[in-house]
Structure formats: C-alpha cells, structure tokens
C-alpha cells in the first residue's frame, strides 16, 4: 500500500504499476538499457526477465546451481546479460535464447560480483581471491594476480576503463591492458561494498567494523566515518557527488561532500522501525529512496528536505532497490521474492 504524507510543493509520489513473484528471495535485479525488460534473480538461482511495463514473464533462464548471486545487463544492448553464482561459473546470456551464450569459469567454486564497464567493452568477475576481465565475446582478456583475500566487491569508475576491487586491507585500482595495480589504497580493515562518486574523484567504501571509509583520489587523502550501529552495507551517491548517503542502521544518513567532510555532521533521516537494506539515487535527478528490513520504501531530496516525500510499503524486507535509466521507475525486490515496478510521480 502507498501512503502519501502532506508534501512539500514539487515533491512526488508513488505509484504501483505491476507485482510479480519469484519462488524465493530476490538477490539481483537488472534494467535493459532500454528500460523495456528487467530480470530478476531468485538466491536459489532462476532469472526471470520481465517486461517491464507490464509485469509478463518474458523469458526464464536456469541460471546458476547451487544458487545465483549478481546480475549485469551489458551497457547499450537490450539482449546481453551475464550472470555469476555458486557454480563457480560466469555466464552470457542472450534474450530470446534458453541456453547461456557463453560459460566462463570464474576461478573459484564461487563467483560472486560482476560487472559491465561503463562502455560494454569488459566484464569484471570476483570469485574468491580471483579477479578476472573478459572481453563481450565471453573470452578472457586478464586474470589478475591472487589479491591477499576474498574480493568483497568491484566497480568501474564512472566514464572510463578502470576496477575498483576490494579485500581485507586494501582497495587496488586496475586497467585491463595491465596486470599490475594502477593505484593500491591500504586500510586494515574489512571492505564489504564499494562506491564511485559519478564525477570519479572519491572512492567511499562500506565496512564490517560498522564505519565508512572515504578516499580522495587525487591527493590520496582519506577520511573515516564511524558511529554507525551495524555493519556498513549500504553506499549511495548523488549525481553531482556533493551527497554520499549511507546505510548501518536504520537511519540513512547524507555526508555533505561539495567540501572535505571531515569534522561535519551528516544529516541524518528517520522513517525506518528496522535497519536500512537498500539505498538508491537517481542517476541524473535529485531524489534518493530507502528501503528497509520492516518493508517499507522511503522517497526522500536531501539538501531540501529531511521529512518523506512519500513511502510504500511492502510484507516483507526490501533486498534490491533499482531505478530506471530514466528516473521514472523503481523496480524492488523482496525477501519473499515479490518483483514491483513503482512509477515515480
């Protein structure tokens, strides 16, 4: 159910235009570039691809024994989605084909991060210490040297060829022409999630000993913000980078860094009973949502208002919180398997 509360002039609302079901949690979601199909991975391992305007099952894929773990639709192609799991496996997928195009091993007996960089032309794996780089085609162009420990996560620096891939005590910078680090960040501590600024100058990272750690690229100064109650998980950043927002209990909270956000106070906005599981912002607009382990979908604008513009909710815990290229839709996922495509209104 949606409920509006008396808004500011300008603020939006939300609108349901379709639910579905998977038989089990939702751990991935993926928009076509397009915006007119979504898959959507169950943990045990089924992708189901939707259409998005409507909800119909468009096509259904196997995906990965022993459960799947992250999806990636491929920049610019409507039809190209890889897919990872605990199979060990990597694998293409075509729309409109029921076999994967292409299955690539991983390195490990699981794999559990992928990603497209942002022209289609790479795509990361993690399995265990392994960190490879595969070309659209499925065939391998790099495998890294061992990192120290599990690779917790990675992402592309927004606009260009470079992988950010995080272990216990560092973030290290790569190129795919190259097998040595273009940067190494060293922290002792354990990296759960990565973030990029969209500007590229700032690397924030999501940590196990419940803070966040933020690095400024250029001068290779970094920062720590502490006080969180849970472990850190949750990262999102506006698209002009001035606004980091950040999970680890259940008050979001959005870091002001137009300037070093050193020694301020980041404002913080109360709605959630229970932790915050998913955050995200738009890609080009102003307006950020959290979801939360009770259910419940939150719209918020920080910098203008720390009240919800508008929230819904849903029966069971919110695990995947996605927005379309175009702003004007949010698919979420649920710890029960429920798939909803919300317009923003």
């Known amino acids: 159910m949606s409920r509006l509360n008396p808004l500011p002039r300008g603020a939006r609302g939300f609108v349901r ?7 089990e949690h939702v ?3 993926a928009w076509s570039p397009d915006r007119t199909l979504l898959a959507a991975a169950a943990v ?9 305007a409507t909800g119909t099952v468009r096509q259904t894929w196997s995906g990965h024994g022993f459960g799947t773990a992250a999806l990636s639709w491929r920049p610019g192609d409507n039809a190209l989605v890889a897919s990872v799991g605990q199979d060990g496996k990597a694998k293409l997928w075509q729309v409109g084909a029921a076999e994967p ?6 390195g490990a007996s699981w794999v559990e991060r ?17 960190l490879r780089v595969w070309n659209a085609q499925g065939e391998l162009v790099r495998e890294y040297p061992d990192h120290p420990s599990t690779i917790s996560d990675l992402q592309w620096r927004p606009g260009t060829q470079e992988l950010a891939s995080s272990a216990y005590g560092c973030v290290q910078v790569w190129k795919p022409e190259s097998s040595e680090p273009l940067r190494r960040l060293e922290w002792k501590g354990s990296v759960l999630t990565l973030a990029w600024s969209p500007n590229g100058r700032y690397l924030a990272t999501g940590d196990q000993d419940a803070t966040v750690h933020f690095w400024v ?13 849970t472990k850190v998980r949750e990262l999102a950043w506006d698209s002009s980078s001035r606004w980091l927002v950040t999970g680890g209990g ?19 906005f109360d709605a959630h ?7 995200a912002y738009q890609h080009k607009g102003p307006y950020l949502v959290s979801g939360g382990e009770e259910g419940l979908l939150v719209l918020w604008q920080p910098g203008k208002y720390k009240i919800p513009l508008a929230e819904y909710r849903l029966s069971s815990a919110l695990t995947q919180v996605k927005w379309s290229s175009d702003d004007r839709h949010l698919a979420l996922g649920t710890d029960a398997g429920d798939v909803v495509v919300l317009a923003v209104q």
């Open 17 to 23: 235009r379709w639910q579905g079901a998977l038989d």
């Open 27 to 29: 751990i991935a979601l």
């Open 44 to 52: 045990g391992g089924p992708i189901t691809v939707f259409e998005a």
């Open 101 to 106: 195009l292409q299955v690539m091993p991983g």
């Open 114 to 130: 992928v990603a497209w960089s942002p022209n289609g032309q790479y795509l990361a794996t993690a399995a265990g210490k392994k």
């Open 217 to 229: 690229l250029k001068t290779g100064e970094d920062l720590q913000m502490s006080g969180y109650m």
């Open 250 to 268: 259940p008050v979001p909270c959005a870091w002001d860094c137009s300037s070093s956000p050193a020694d301020t106070t980041p404002i913080s």
């Open 273 to 279: 009973e229970q932790n915050v599981s998913a955050l």
